[in-house]
């Protein structure tokens, strides 16, 4: 079993939807969780960062994240076609294992005009 | 802020042949460090530096394979005797000191191995 699991998708949906996208991981000893956007051919683009339970909100992009059942999730209000990329979300037990990332899988969105 | 550098950005090489790759991080960052992403999946960590010292080296990171970061500026990262399996996206981050700062990644560098 892989330490953080994320639905690969891929996710497709309509011009101004809601999208969740979520991942769970079994290390419970993760300080730090983030989440990165992925366009094709490019390196990821970090989007949100966040250090322990709690939300935290930028522009159209909320991440949550709940330590207690470990899970994260990123949503993306009033989805626009150019969020059409692959969601990495990334966390870190920065404490113990320095700041390499582990990252899931990847969920492929696309949002269709 | 011009972002991190990665060099070149697609390398084509015969099985058997030695690449390295280069990063040039985010000027300010004491921290570098290079990933692996496969087709379909998310990056795999690789090694990492703190200035010049290499601080950490996952078991990917086979005797065929070497990092330095002189003098703690740019990086390079040599595959030697290249294999099939060698084929992916390199990847380099930066990032800065005093705790956990985020890690801000360059476009990396695509290895196809004939």
């Known amino acids: 079993q892989k330490e953080v699991e994320q639905d690969p998708g891929p996710l497709s949906v309509p011009e101004g939807a809601i999208v969740s996208l979520n991942c769970t991981y079994s290390?419970?000893?993760?300080?730090?969780f983030m989440w990165y956007r992925q366009y094709s051919r490019k390196g990821p683009e970090l989007l949100m960062y966040?250090?322990?339970?709690g939300n935290k909100e930028d522009g159209r992009f909320t991440a949550q994240v709940d330590k207690s059942s470990k899970y994260i999730s990123l949503f993306i209000r009033d989805s626009q076609p150019s969020d059409s990329a692959t969601y990495l979300c990334?966390?870190?037990?920065?404490?113990?294992?320095?700041?390499?990332?582990?990252f899931g899988q990847g969920t492929e969105l696309s949002v269709k005009p | 802020d011009t972002g991190v550098s990665q060099n070149p950005r697609h390398k084509i090489t015969k099985r058997g042949q030695n690449v390295t790759f280069r990063c040039d991080p985010i000027?300010?960052?004491?921290?570098l460090y290079w990933y692996r992403q496969t087709l379909g999946q998310g990056p795999e960590f690789l090694t990492y530096?703190?200035?010049?010292?290499?601080?950490?080296k996952s078991r990917l990171l086979s005797d065929r394979f070497s990092a330095e970061r002189p003098k703690g500026s740019f990086s390079t990262l040599e595959i030697q005797r290249t294999e099939q399996g060698d084929s992916a996206m390199y990847l380099c981050?930066?990032?800065?000191?005093?705790?956990?700062?985020?890690?801000?990644f360059g476009d990396g560098t695509r290895l196809s191995i004939l």
């Open positions: 530096f703190q200035n010049e010292a290499q601080l950490e």
């Open positions: 981050a930066s990032s800065g000191t005093g705790g956990n700062q985020p890690q801000h």
């Open positions: 000027s300010e960052h004491n921290r």
């Open positions: 990334a966390m870190s037990d920065f404490y113990n294992q320095g700041g390499k990332l582990i």
């Open positions: 290390n419970s000893a993760f300080q730090y």
């Open positions: 966040t250090y322990s339970s």
